[in-house]
């Protein structure tokens, strides 16, 4: 009964390719969002999504389109990959900003 | 705006040995305080978390974290260290204030020693 899940947990991937990570929560949360996490562990806010409209939208490239189809899923797209996108994304939700979140395990994504 | 910091970056206890992980944090008004786990390759895990009253909460695997308003901290406490606490941990504030999310701190890595 996973309560957050990322698809896939490793992708491994040609700089300048497209790429889409999956995440979906069973927990009736509100709020989802997306983190990057890099190599030094520092974790950055990229997105956060209330009832599918984006509430926060970090300085991110453009190349990183956030879509949420429904309540339960947050879908990270990337374009035109680069070396520096190498990182481990975690997605979280939580049921109101600014409360406890729950993570997935995370897609560790590595463009060579 | 709010801001969490961990003053120390890695840390090495042996095994039995006491661990107090520093957290500090800034916020305009009574926070929600947290603090995260993550082992190697995994998710991040929620240890124990403060909202309001009892200021010494109790989490899982053993730890406890007392929060003091007057000195704007949240510190991770455990009496005896296990080689499997070893892992990264994150403190984090929060709050029902408009749309922030949580603000998390830049983590403390624990190296545990026989």
């Known amino acids: 009964d996973t309560a957050v899940s990322q698809t896939p947990k490793y992708l491994v991937t040609q700089m300048g390719n497209d790429k889409s990570i999956k995440c979906e929560q069973n927990?009736?949360?509100?709020?989802m969002y997306w983190y990057k996490q890099d190599s030094k562990k520092f974790l950055k806010i990229m997105f956060s999504y209330n009832n599918k409209e984006l509430i926060i939208n970090e300085t991110v490239p453009n190349r990183f389109s956030p879509k949420s189809p429904d309540k339960a899923h947050l879908n990270l797209h990337i374009n035109s990959l680069e070396l520096g996108d190498s990182a481990v994304y975690f997605c979280?939700?939580?049921?109101?900003?600014?409360?406890?979140?729950?993570f997935g395990p995370g897609t560790r994504l590595t463009v060579l | 705006a709010q801001s969490v910091t961990q003053p120390d970056i890695h840390i090495t206890v042996s095994e039995g040995a006491s661990l107090e992980l520093r957290c500090n944090y800034s916020?305009?008004?009574?926070?929600?305080l947290f603090w995260y786990v993550q082992s190697p390759g995994q998710g991040l895990q929620l240890l124990l978390k403060?909202?309001?009253?009892?200021?010494l909460v109790q989490g899982i695997k053993g730890f406890e974290a007392e929060f003091k308003r007057s000195q704007s901290s949240f510190n991770l406490r455990k009496p005896s260290v296990h080689w499997s606490d070893a892992a990264e941990y994150f403190c984090a504030v929060g709050g029902y204030s408009g749309n922030t999310p949580l603000v998390f701190g830049k983590g403390t890595r624990l190296s545990v020693i026989a």
């Open positions: 927990l009736g949360h509100d709020t």
């Open positions: 979280a939700s939580s049921p109101a900003s600014g409360d406890e979140q729950f």
């Open positions: 916020y305009g008004a009574t926070p929600y």
């Open positions: 403060y909202f309001s009253g009892d200021t």
